[in-house]
């Protein structure tokens, strides 16, 4: 674990005590001047909030400046790999997201939840669980020893898919749990948040590596890497600058959103790791595709529950419990991936 530390970034490091800080700050300042998050909160146009589309564009963007549409044509390389973690993202995270959602906070936790929120903390959990994560699985990989093809490859064609099912899969689970589904504002979301970012990144990316190669572009996401932290740390004061009231009379929620995240971070994990050594994939596959199976990405799960339900809804508060989670986590599963290298390769 200490190893895994000390690969991230300063800021990626304490993460959780940034978002811990944040937290406190705008559950702060909503008390004390409510009337400016009052004015930030209804600068909207089209039912986007602008402030936080752009916090939010200085997020994503530089994330899929990261990522490489080319490689998709190396996919076959490692198609054991492949095939698992698509499986795992696609077809069993969401769905057991919703089941632990339905089993949790529709159930078990029911009593001690703002019963006007049910609803809305389990379309958060939905948002979170319905789109992987694209950049910080470059971390998650590096510090498993993963191999980078295939996690530059997966996570292209992660991307490339989150275009076209982001918002079917959402609607499709949300209309499960008799949620009505704003289809314009999510069809909206997904333009906003996935598509032109996308293609506004790959443009910058080609013009990057055009004008001074590989070095340009690394430069370019060593200065941008602070920008999109401090974009999320911002909307996070935003956000708890709303949620302030409802955090301070039920201080309890938070931990009781973070139970499901967290079970179901390990549950696809190790699903994914262990389909990964049934069919014979190499650990370099095996513990890049764990880590990209159970992460996240929470950037675009806070734009699309911030649009689709508002600032003080329970789905925007579950969805930053999950950035809240998600560093700590997520290098337990890298601790684990990386100690048991040779129980997997005994198979």
Known sequence: ????????????????????????????????????????????????????????????????LRVDFGAIAEVGKHWRGILVTVGVNWLVKPFSMALLGWLFIGWLFRSWLPEAQIESYFAGLILLAAAPCTAMVFVWSNLSDGEPNFTLSQVALNDAIMIIAFAPLVGFLLGLSAIIVPWDTLFLSVLLYILLPVILAQLWRRRLLARGGEAALAQVLRQLGPVSLSALLLTLVLLFGFQGPQIIAQPLVIALLAVPIIIQVYFNAGLAYWLNRACGSAHAVAGPSALIGASNFFELSVAAAISLFGFESGAALATMVGVLVEVPVMLSVVAIVTRSKAWYERA
């Open 1 to 64: 674990m200490d190893k895994a530390k000390a690969g991230l970034g300063f800021f990626e490091r304490y993460l959780s005590l940034w978002v811990a800080l944040c937290i406190l700050v705008g559950i702060a300042l909503g008390a004390v001047m409510p009337a400016p998050f009052r004015l930030l909160g209804e600068a909207n146009l089209a039912k986007v909030n602008l402030p936080v589309a752009l916090l939010i564009w200085l997020m994503i963007i530089p994330m899929l």
